[in-house]
Protein backbone atom coordinates (compact mmCIF):
# COMPACT_ATOMS: atom_id res chain seq x y z
CA UNK A 1 0.00 0.00 0.00
CA UNK A 2 1.05 3.51 -0.83
CA UNK A 3 1.96 5.60 2.40
CA UNK A 4 -0.34 8.98 2.94
CA UNK A 5 0.64 12.33 1.21
CA UNK A 6 2.06 14.95 3.44
CA UNK A 7 2.71 18.24 2.67
CA UNK A 8 5.45 19.54 4.39
CA UNK A 9 7.52 22.89 5.17
CA UNK A 10 10.82 22.51 3.57
CA UNK A 11 14.25 24.29 2.79
CA UNK A 12 15.89 23.62 -0.98
CA UNK A 13 19.77 23.54 -0.18
CA UNK A 14 21.22 23.48 -3.45
CA UNK A 15 24.70 22.72 -2.26
CA UNK A 16 23.67 19.84 0.04
CA UNK A 17 24.64 16.61 -1.40
CA UNK A 18 22.08 14.31 0.91
CA UNK A 19 18.75 15.21 1.35
CA UNK A 20 17.23 15.00 5.05
CA UNK A 21 14.12 15.02 6.83
CA UNK A 22 13.02 15.07 10.52
CA UNK A 23 12.41 11.59 11.78
CA UNK A 24 8.47 12.99 12.46
CA UNK A 25 8.01 13.00 9.04
CA UNK A 26 9.13 9.21 9.27
CA UNK A 27 6.62 7.77 11.62
CA UNK A 28 3.68 9.96 10.31
CA UNK A 29 5.04 7.80 7.05
CA UNK A 30 4.82 4.87 9.03
CA UNK A 31 8.16 4.07 7.54
CA UNK A 32 11.40 2.17 8.73
CA UNK A 33 14.91 2.87 7.64
CA UNK A 34 16.39 0.68 4.96
CA UNK A 35 20.24 1.24 6.06
CA UNK A 36 22.32 3.92 8.57
CA UNK A 37 24.99 5.48 6.90
CA UNK A 38 27.44 8.39 8.27
CA UNK A 39 26.60 11.95 7.83
CA UNK A 40 28.94 14.68 7.67
CA UNK A 41 27.78 18.09 9.77
CA UNK A 42 29.24 21.44 11.18
CA UNK A 43 29.53 19.23 14.30
CA UNK A 44 31.49 16.27 12.86
CA UNK A 45 30.52 12.76 11.91
CA UNK A 46 27.11 11.48 12.45
CA UNK A 47 25.26 8.03 11.98
CA UNK A 48 21.86 8.41 10.55
CA UNK A 49 18.95 6.60 9.37
CA UNK A 50 18.17 6.38 5.47
CA UNK A 51 14.95 5.97 4.05
CA UNK A 52 13.20 5.67 0.81
CA UNK A 53 10.66 8.18 -0.27
CA UNK A 54 8.75 9.95 -3.28
CA UNK A 55 9.06 13.45 -3.03
CA UNK A 56 6.99 15.76 -5.57
CA UNK A 57 5.51 19.13 -5.88
CA UNK A 58 1.69 19.76 -6.07
CA UNK A 59 -0.47 21.40 -8.49
CA UNK A 60 0.58 25.30 -8.16
CA UNK A 61 2.43 27.73 -9.72
CA UNK A 62 0.99 26.89 -13.31
CA UNK A 63 1.41 23.22 -12.74
CA UNK A 64 -0.85 21.44 -14.79
CA UNK A 65 -0.46 18.21 -12.71
CA UNK A 66 1.58 17.00 -9.39
CA UNK A 67 5.31 16.85 -10.30
CA UNK A 68 7.38 14.10 -9.23
CA UNK A 69 10.62 15.01 -8.63
CA UNK A 70 12.84 11.71 -7.06
CA UNK A 71 11.01 8.30 -6.81
CA UNK A 72 13.10 6.98 -4.87
CA UNK A 73 14.57 9.34 -3.21
CA UNK A 74 16.85 8.46 -0.14
CA UNK A 75 16.62 10.54 2.54
CA UNK A 76 18.55 10.78 6.10
CA UNK A 77 16.82 11.60 9.39
CA UNK A 78 18.20 15.08 10.48
CA UNK A 79 20.96 14.64 12.85
CA UNK A 80 19.74 17.63 14.54
CA UNK A 81 16.57 19.27 13.32
CA UNK A 82 15.46 22.89 12.41
CA UNK A 83 13.27 24.73 13.95
CA UNK A 84 10.25 24.93 11.72
CA UNK A 85 11.50 22.92 9.30
CA UNK A 86 10.33 19.12 8.23
CA UNK A 87 11.74 18.42 5.09
Not at 26 to 48: C, D, H, I, Y
Not at 61 to 75: C, E, I, K
Amino acid sequence: PNPPVLVLRAVIDTGATVSSADSTVFRRLGLTPFSRAENQTAGGKMAVNLFRVSLGVPKVFGLAAVAVLADPLVVAEFAHPIPDVEL
